[in-house]
């Protein structure tokens, strides 16, 4: 199958350079290769003409398109962008900081092939951090192997509403293209709009069959962890966070897997927010401001409480606007990055 891998590039110049890198020691190198730079002002772009120039023969059959854009319009439009101009059976993401392991192309399209898959997540390691994420264990119930480090899931609606499953955070998701078609980025927001994104994609595929929907793992992707990038920055005023598209977008669903997915981008969301405010003034009016969303949140304890399963024993406690929930593994903790 063809594969066309899009990079959003914006002011990424200390890393673009090892991301290309690694798309040129691909075993199986993709048939296209679009970069669209979102207005950088650090040099990247000419870093990675520069590079592309220098490699043109070692990247033998890919077709590779720069596309240059005259404003910033954050990484969600600049996906649209390239998405648009995609040709490729299969699509990726990959951002700019981030890296395949050099056969992650050709074990994806493989598993493509040989399974009738209709949409890959793939598992990842964090560098240098070096934490794999998900915690298969976490998500059994879940999880039909197929064959070493494939899984099949089972009800991926509702598997990517559980707080292990980790769904569009970098460039962890690949797809047949006309499943995504329909599809765009939400663009006001730059915080939550991978999940916001893939699960409308899953949703797309949910309505028209009943897809095949696998999670390989095995770290054939590194997602680096970036000082400054959106996911730690720090604010100053409340309203300075936007509400994630995910709640805008199902607050009045009646949908249980719009409703758990809700709440759980809104738990995530609340922490991030309290975490990243500098004072306690402006968390105090933070939490006051979103007082409205409590209703959601308390259903949404109440599904989650209904939804787990019977004998898990883990049962760590969150505060969400207020309000104390259970059974949210210890490992949410350390997901306080994963806001992308």
């Excluded at 048939?31 to 950088?40: G, N």
């Excluded at 002002?41 to 000419?46: N, P, Q, R």
């Excluded at 064959?147 to 769904?167: C, G, Q, R, W």
């Excluded at 997915?261 to 969301?269: D, N, Q, T, V």
Aim: glycine share 6%; proline share 4%.
């Amino acid at each position: 199958m063809t594969h066309s891998v899009i990079i959003p590039l914006f002011n990424k110049a200390e890393y673009i350079t090892e991301t290309l890198h690694s798309l040129m020691m691909q075993t199986k190198q993709p048939d296209e290769l679009i970069i669209v730079d979102d207005a950088s002002t650090d040099g990247s772009l000419l870093i990675a003409k520069d590079y592309l120039q220098q490699h043109a023969g070692s990247f033998g059959h890919c077709r590779i398109e720069v596309i240059e854009l005259a404003e910033n319009g954050g990484p969600g439009h600049a996906r649209n962008i390239g998405m648009a101009q995609a040709n490729g059976e299969l699509i990726s993401f990959l951002d700019a900081d981030d890296l395949y392991h050099p056969h992650l192309i050709s074990v994806a399209d493989n598993m493509f092939c040989t399974e009738h898959l209709d949409l890959l997540v793939l598992g990842m390691a964090f560098i240098p951090g070096g934490e794999s994420y998900p915690d298969t264990g976490a998500l059994d119930r879940y999880l039909q192997p197929i064959k070493e480090n494939l899984y099949l899931l089972k009800d991926p609606l509702k598997a990517v509403t559980s707080p292990h499953f980790i769904l569009g955070v970098g460039s962890n998701v690949i797809t047949k293209s006309k499943w995504i078609r329909p599809v765009q980025y939400h663009v006001q927001s730059s915080l939550n709009e991978g999940i916001d994104f893939w699960y409308r994609v899953l949703k797309n595929i949910h309505a028209q069959t009943t897809g095949k929907i696998g999670l390989l793992t095995g770290d054939l992707l590194s997602v680096r962890e970036v000082k400054g990038s959106l996911s730690r920055k720090t604010y100053t005023h409340f309203r300075e966070i936007a509400l994630p598209p995910v709640i805008s977008r199902y607050k009045k669903s009646k949908d249980i897997n719009d409703r758990l997915l809700m709440g759980m981008i809104g738990k995530r969301w609340y922490m991030h927010s309290i975490s990243s405010l500098q004072s306690a003034r402006q968390r105090a009016l933070f939490v006051l401001y979103h007082f409205s969303l409590l209703p959601q949140y308390v259903g949404y304890i109440i599904l989650r409480r209904l939804s787990q399963n019977s004998n898990s024993t883990t049962h760590d406690i969150l505060l969400v606007n207020g309000v104390r929930s259970v059974h949210v593994h210890d490992r949410e903790h350390r997901h306080k990055r994963i806001n992308n």
